[in-house]
């Protein structure tokens, strides 16, 4: 679990450090502070760098080079929105790095963009059939943490092509260190139906399912039982999920069941399959009631505290916020959960502590 964290070039942050976190961080501030480019680069962090992280930081916000005579029509990820200032691609670098007392030393990732001769360099990653415009680019990722990775291939343009990702993805040993310390992203707009029916099959398998349905309850008591009646490959939006009632025989669409019974599934199946790692969530209490937020808190913590999950998420609401009051101890020394206020300008977070958190909660003190 880390207990600070310093971002260095990456986005709007020339130099950004969280300090004092704790099991369960919530992320506040304006508009435009910076609080998902924190989870984008936590996310970074603690993925080791996984290429396809960095693509999908900027799938996300519709930062993709299009082209529609490539066979793989999902773009390439155009990487110099990555980087402080958004430079050109030659020389841009950011880096994420997180301390934390349960390890020997600091994780650290670095990212930069290189130029080589494509003619003299040593042969790196292979381009997909697609990608032949990437054989000959100069450029290339260069990503440095604890796993082993040959610099990624870029196309001309320093952009970074999904199906290379995933090549590249491959070729490091992320799919073993991502299953003992998996990291999972959960942005305003969910997780898609099919990656979720995916989740949930493995939440299945682990015998979890007791907390996806103790989080429905907490928005509908009468929720007795879930199931998935399709695959991850057919399951459309919404799709997917139904929903069986105490005292009634047949079964709902939980699609059909309202945002807020669709976002805590998503929490509790990401919560689940999330043991001894990272969870992310941008706006976390999107679609939910503020008379739910309390409950939500309490089976979040609990779960992060049984299964060993570091949680950090975003909000603008005020009932959020102080409903995040109902599980903070008022003792001084609690750090368990905090607040992290981001400010543009700032180089370093504001934390709040759980004494502090109950008082501001108490007296109605502003803290966004």
Known sequence: MFRSVSIEGYRGFARYQMHDLGRVNLLVGRNNSGK???LEAL???GSDGDPTVLWQACDRRGEI???????????AAALSHLFAGRP?????SFSVVGISPDLEADQRVSVRIIKVDPKTAEADLLPSADQANAAE??????????????????????GLPLGIARMARQFAAYAEALASHPVQFVSTAGIPAGDLVGLWDEVQLAGDESLVVAMLKAIDPAIDDIRSLASAATAGPREGFVARYANESRRLPLGSLGDGVWRMLTLAVVLARCKGGMLLVDEIDTGLHHTVMADMWRLVYDAAERLDIQVFATTHSEDCVYSLASICRDDENASDVTIQRIEAGRAKSVAYSEAEIRAAAEHRIEVR
């Open 43 to 45: 996310q970074v962090l």
């Open 36 to 38: 998902t480019t924190v």
């Open 65 to 75: 080079f299009r082209d529609e005579r490539a066979l793989d029509r999902r773009g």
């Open 137 to 158: 680019s100069p450029f290339r990722l260069d990503i440095e943490s604890r796993l082993r990775i040959a610099p990624v291939r870029l196309d001309g343009r320093g």
């Open 88 to 92: 050109d691609s030659m020389g841009a």
